[in-house]
């Protein structure tokens, strides 16, 4: 990881972003970005990581290693050839989510890799034939955490409106939750019921796109 400060720096270039600006997405100081990007500060912590990627709207690997096509493919590959009876789970928009489907399917356990903190607890799953999602593609591949609550700004799936559904959720103001829908932005309070359920977060994408082009 010794190139992640530089990656850092390009890709939030390459995104359009100030220091600043990344800084209030992340949730950090800019000084502190300034810190990751000069390499004076080595080490990002997996959540913080998790959190760049979301902001940066890149994969996780692209933090971790080179950045590639080739990496990209690699790294999917080894996330699902490499750890024992780990199948992928076919995502649909209609409940349920495929884990609660599945009664046999585990979650991944320690695999030993680089991203392991980042997937451990996650279900692999890639959209079933035909269907369509915001932020995941066919053939895409997405760790996600199972969870029921809104932890920190990035990508959910929500059982929203009779059909599951990948949202962009972030809480831009103390008391507004917001969903940055394909088709429009709608702010809800946190402090009343959610009209949606919140049933995991993205921990990581694999695109197979290449994301070179």
């Known amino acids: 990881m010794d190139a992640l400060g ?50 940066l709207h890149c994969p996780i690997e692209r933090l971790l290693e080179d950045g590639t ?16 009876g780990k199948a992928r789970l076919l995502l649909h928009t209609m409940p349920p ?11 991944l356990p320690a695999s030993g890799t680089a991203i392991d903190a980042l997937v451990r607890g996650c279900y692999l799953v890639t959209p079933g034939a035909g269907e369509t999602f915001a932020y995941l593609e066919e053939g895409d591949i997405a760790a996600i955490l199972p969870t ?3 932890r920190q700004e990035g990508l959910y799936l929500l059982e929203w409106r009779h059909a599951l559904t990948i949202q962009h959720l972030s809480l ?26 919140i049933v995991g977060r993205l921990q990581a994408r694999w695109q197979q796109h290449d994301i070179s082009a």
């Open 69 to 84: 096509a080739a990496t990209t493919h690699t790294a999917s590959q080894r996330i699902t050839d490499d750890v024992p």
């Open 148 to 150: 029921t609550h809104f």
């Open 6 to 55: 530089p990656r850092i720096k390009q890709l939030r270039i390459d995104a359009g972003l100030s220091k600043a600006a990344l800084a209030r997405r992340v949730g950090v100081s800019d000084v502190t970005i300034s810190y990751w990007e000069s390499g004076t500060i080595k080490q990002v912590g997996h959540e913080r990581l998790i959190a760049l990627a979301d902001a």
């Open 97 to 107: 989510v495929p884990w609660e489907a599945h009664t046999l399917a585990a979650p």
């Open 172 to 197: 831009p103001e103390p008391e507004t939750l917001r969903i940055a829908d394909p088709a429009h932005h709608t702010s809800v309070d946190p402090k009343q019921p959610f009209p949606f359920r």
